[in-house]
């Protein structure tokens, strides 16, 4: 005898699977299980036993789970939720929530058994091309390689029926197994040769090379090389992580003799107390302000009642809004439960980890992608288990699986990182967040100098409760900002390359009080673009529609797109001119430019960069900060990741080098994300009473309501202005928007399936507006055309997103039925975060 259960499978297919299982199996909702689905095998769920029997239904191959579940009964309602409302499959939902070493999968690889002889492949490739690119990229491989190796190498979708037709006529053999499952083993570390790393005359021209005969080589390793200037040695996994690539190219650089590998045996990640960012004092034993007392009191309250409920606390920089979140955690511990604790962007707040790790010692556990498959899986047990307590994590951990959660506390709310674009399921952190805590009853925190205006226009409904924290703590005052207008500042010569003589003065004050100094500067890179002076000619990226960035460390110009990376052209590609000008600047060039001027005015400092290029290595981020929280670093330049989570007391100088930067680009977020940058980078300065702080903020528009708001502190007239704004214009908090983006390597085609789409979506429904199709901002990246539909539907006349859903799902049903193709992809955003 056999039972039936539904499995959820991670394919975007939105419905489930009947397996049968020997009647005797423990098998529970939320159990793991390996099952067959055509030519492969998945990893899925169980969502439901003992359903109505199928003679159709297969047998699974493997019972994953046989004592406790993978998956809590909450998670199952949290993905559920997710999969309705974000409209995705289930399975894809559920795949999310777990670690990919707890999901092994089916990894279809191809061997190839026979070449054709000269006159047969000429005549597969007059007739069928593609077959005969895939035969002679096998024959370069002894081993069988990946179904996912050959599309990436053929930058292409779908080569599913090439396969098997070449499988049918005996030219190669396609086999499946399970990969991915955990096992214990060493980690892999690689670092460039000596003779690039000691030699860089040798490794430009050892790029210069590589970029005309494999290009993905030479952008893997100019990647490498600039990573070294900061560590030298890097895990595979960041290897992989900061060239954007596959194993095979790193393996090609290691067989060229370009890198050389080393073998470590892996550990669980620690945080060495030498590199501590936690202060020497207890912060749990610090008096409570007034204004505190009264946020940990009402949150207290709403711990007690065992009832969910969601509180806005909208606090300064400075105003102690972690202490908050400790005090809470205290008292959620001491009840018996747990606690959520979301930010941003796990890799930038390094401090806000050795606070928590400081203030609950071992009951906290990070838990986050960066972390090595070993260390993923341990933590994911300790959690599982019930020895962490609790966790710390980006969106990703709101699938943490916690017992008895009590509270979840979302930080930096605000923020556009908790949106996942891609792929599947395209949640909000913060909104999952809200959802679990209604789902386990548990009190939702949600915390920000500048909350978002949806999440400022719920508490000022009455939807969430709101806590305010008006003055810094410890007797510190909010920084005096100072903007200065560039226009007028550049018409009595005041500027010296980008810095003004006030914000350079004010600098070389800072330094010789021996205090600490931020820069913000949100462009990473040397210069955005280099550009003939005679012809106007600006390199442009050949899979994007942007200008390449001139990265100055390896001579390289780079699309921060797709990755790839060109080499600088000595002349003019148009009219052959031998000079181009790096144009504009990015983080690299503030920091050579800064270097100067200090040395032409007798002074030198020590300067560091924080960036996504400067940061890539684990822990250097880490040392950055500890090196420039002890003196050992004067100046820190970096972009918007400076802005977050930092409380460092010698900074009493912070510096914006442009502030229009975003201030201007065609999205309806743009003025409230200048806002809330530049109100949060500014909340670095002066954190301590003792070390007044200064902001200097160059603009060309300081009268714009964003940097005026900004340099006045005044968030409430911000949102009142930015709210009738949005009312006006039909946009978020008073609607959901939707973004349905179609894209592919023929544009009319991608253009044809754009206007389909739009064409099903209904006419005539109050609460629907439709816009497009459009040719958005970036309108192909990585070889692929885009156009966008935005779908907005009204709050007020459709308050649970009822309508917009059934708008959507019906002219993606009516779509899928007369257009689906694989050469066309498209994905559907529920409340999209950028309309570029």
């Not at 560590?231 to 090609?252: D, F, M």
């Not at 935005?790 to 899928?816: C, F, H, I, M």
């Amino acid at each position: 005898m056999s039972r039936f259960i539904n499995v959820a499978v991670p394919l975007p297919m939105r419905k489930l699977f009947t397996y049968a299982v020997p009647a005797d199996c423990a098998v529970q909702p939320g159990s793991r299980v390996i099952v067959p689905f055509g030519s492969k095998t998945y990893t899925g769920i169980v969502v439901e036993v003992d359903v109505s029997s199928r003679s159709d239904a297969k047998p699974i191959v493997e019972l994953l789970d046989d004592a406790v579940p993978a998956i809590t009964a909450s998670l199952l309602e949290l993905t559920r939720w997710m999969a309705d409302y974000y409209l995705c499959s289930w399975g894809e939902a559920l795949a999310a929530a777990l670690p990919r070493e707890l999901a092994p999968q089916s990894v279809v690889r191809a061997r190839l058994l026979r070449f054709p002889p000269s006159e047969e492949l000429s005549s597969m490739q007059r007739r069928a091309p593609k077959r005969a690119q895939l035969l002679e990229l096998l024959a370069q491989h002894a081993e069988p390689v990946s179904v996912g190796f050959l599309q990436q190498q053929l930058q292409t979708e779908s080569i599913t029926a090439q396969l098997e037709a070449l499988e049918r006529s005996g030219y190669i053999e396609l086999t499946s197994q399970l990969e991915g499952a955990h096992t214990p083993r060493t980690e892999r570390f690689v670092a460039l040769a000596d003779v690039l790393r000691t030699n860089p005359g040798h490794l430009e021209h050892v790029l210069e090379e590589l970029e005309h005969r494999a290009p993905k080589q030479a952008r893997a390793l100019s990647a490498l090389a600039e990573a070294a200037a900061v560590s030298p040695i890097v895990s595979w996994h960041q290897a992989r992580t900061i060239c954007g690539v596959g194993e095979n190219i790193l393996r090609a650089l290691l067989q060229k003799g370009y890198l050389q590998v080393h073998h470590v045996p892996s550990e669980m990640e620690s945080v060495g107390t030498e590199l501590s960012l936690a202060p020497s004092q207890r912060e749990t034993d610090l008096p409570l302000t007034d204004e505190q007392a009264h946020a940990v009191s009402r949150i207290n309250e709403a711990l007690s009642v065992g009832r969910a409920k969601t509180f806005l606390l909208h606090g300064v920089t400075g105003s102690g809004k972690t202490l908050v979140y400790m005090h809470a955690i205290t008292t959620v511990l001491a009840a018996g439960k747990t606690a959520l604790v979301l930010v941003p962007e796990i890799s930038l707040t390094p401090q806000l980890i050795d606070r928590f790790t400081a203030a609950f010692g071992t009951t906290v556990v990070a838990f986050h992608s960066r972390m090595s498959a070993g260390e993923r899986y341990h933590a994911w047990r300790a959690i599982r288990d019930g020895r962490a307590r609790v966790v710390l994590g980006p969106r990703s951990a709101v699938f943490a699986p916690l017992d008895q959660l009590g509270i979840i506390i979302v930080d930096e709310e605000h923020e556009s990182s908790y949106k996942q674009e891609s792929p599947a399921p395209r949640y909000h952190g913060r909104d999952a967040a809200i959802m679990r805590g209604h789902i386990e009853h548990a009190v939702v925190v949600l915390g920000s100098a500048t909350p978002s205006l949806e999440s400022m226009y719920n508490a000022s409904t009455g939807k969430y409760h709101l806590l305010e924290l008006a003055t810094r703590a410890d007797g510190a005052q909010l920084p005096i900002i100072r903007t200065l207008n560039l226009i007028e500042e550049r018409k009595q010569q005041r500027i010296t390359g980008r810095f003004s003589k006030t914000l350079l003065d004010a600098i070389i004050e800072r330094l010789r009080r021996k205090e600490g100094v931020m820069l913000l500067h949100n462009r990473r890179g040397f210069a955005p673009r280099l550009e003939c002076p005679e012809c106007g000619h600006v390199p442009h990226c050949l899979q994007c529609s942007v200008a390449l960035t001139y990265h100055k460390r390896t001579n390289q110009l780079r699309c921060h797109y797709c990755g790839r990376s060109y080499p600088v052209p000595q002349h003019c590609p148009s009219c052959g001119n031998p000079t181009l000008l790096a144009l504009g600047a990015g983080t690299q060039r503030i920091e050579d430019e800064l270097d100067t001027l200090l040395k032409q005015n007798g002074t030198s400092a020590v300067i560091a960069r924080v960036d996504t290029d400067a940061t890539t290595t684990k822990d250097s981020l880490r040392r950055i900060l500890y090196d420039f929280s002890h003196g050992r670093i004067d100046i820190i330049v970096g972009t918007q990741m400076i802005a977050k989570g930092l409380d460092i007391g010698r900074v009493t100088l912070v510096g914006v080098i442009n502030a229009d930067m975003q201030l201007y680009i065609p999205d309806f977020r743009a003025s409230e994300r200048t806002f809330q940058l530049l109100t949060q980078v500014a909340g670095r300065a002066g954190r301590r009473a003792d070390k007044p702080g200064e902001v200097i903020i160059q603009t060309a528009h300081p009268e714009h309501v964003a940097i005026k708001c900004a340099r006045l502190y005044r968030y409430d007239l911000f949102y009142s202005d930015e709210l009738q704004e949005r009312r006006d214009a039909n946009y978020p908090p008073f609607t959901r928007v939707a973004l349905v983006e179609f894209s592919g390597t023929d544009l009319e085609q991608v253009d044809r399936h754009a206007q389909a789409f739009a064409h099903y979506l209904p006419r005539g429904v109050a609460a629907i507006t439709t816009l497009g199709p459009s040719r958005p901002s970036l309108d192909r990246i990585k070889g692929k055309y885009r156009r966008i539909v935005l779908v907005k539907g009204d709050r007020q006349l459709d308050p649970n997103g009822t309508e917009l859903r059934r708008a959507l799902l019906s002219a993606w049903a009516a779509y899928n039925e007369h257009y689906a193709s694989q050469a066309v992809r498209m994905t559907i955003d529920m409340d999209t975060q950028s309309s570029l």
